[in-house]
């Protein structure tokens, strides 16, 4: 017993030690009481467009609990916060969401856990977005070595975006393109829910997409994309890149870009072509050796 009891107290002390470690990885208990007052305080200085940003992300839910409705879906589906003037953001001390990145606090309140802080900036003027703009898009699909001589149109099916929303289990309205197709929604992409473009890619194809843009959006302007893979289960499926090829103006300058499996709404700047003309086209290629699997979700912007 004696030679025993030794070894009993170091394994007692191991499981402390065990318990606390794995106790300290837990989040904290954070009061009901602490969230409604945050809440009352976003309310009373709250402005129409203001952006409420959470940090970190698992927090998310808690806050939209109280604040749902300053919360709507194009906020959370934001590829960005460029776009906002004002910005509050919720969140545990030593977190900052990337939308502040950069930007000084204009004051600081506690609550409990929690913290809220109001930042202000400069937004950016987006005088032509892409997603805002799929209707008026041209979609098509090409075989992988031929010419775009032999291109295929795809054509609109299914309710228009806007309408009224589609009996459950039926398909978004969208451009089909044989047995895939393209579609404006609200995506999933590294577990966040992204707004933009969607196009199902099939092996031995590639889906072109082409916008019209006037020129007097296209003057001054840089083009924002980001790109990333829908859905959770597909990726899961997907094996090898996507493969994307941006044209602008015909031709004027090209950027290939590469979309990895897992990957996330990855951001890339491009500068324009600076000519004039009535009319300015972007056209955006999308491909992948080994579709299916490869739902390509992407987001477009014109900035200044």
Known sequence: MSSLLPRLLLIGVAVVAAWESVSSLRPPRISDGDVHALAVAVRAAHS??????VAPAWLSPLVQRELGDLMPV????????????????????????PDVSGLVSDGTQR?????????QQT???????LTEHFLDATVSQVPQHASDAVERPCLWTGPLPGTTAPAPGLQLGGF????????????????????????DLESGHRTLLRFSIPDDAWQGSTLHLWLGLHDYHQRKQAQGPANV?????????????????RQGFVHHELALPQRRADVHHVRIELSAQQAPHHL??????LRR
């Open 123 to 129: 937004p950016v003027t987006v005088p032509f977005d």
């Open 74 to 97: 194009e906020h959370l589906s934001r590829p960005d916060a460029k776009r906002f003037a004002r910005i509050t953001e919720v969140s545990l001390p030593s977190f900052h969401s």
């Open 111 to 119: 609550f409990g856990l929690l913290q809220l802080s109001r930042y």
């Open 176 to 199: 089909s393109c044989g047995s895939t197709r393209s579609e404006r929604r609200t995506m999933e992409i590294d577990y966040q829910p992204r707004r933009g473009i969607v196009t």
């Open 296 to 301: 390509v979700g992407l987001h477009g912007e």
């Open 48 to 53: 129409p467009g203001e952006l409420i940003a």
């Open 245 to 261: 090829t941006v044209d602008l103006d015909d031709g004027q300058a090209k950027k290939e870009l590469t979309i990895e499996v």
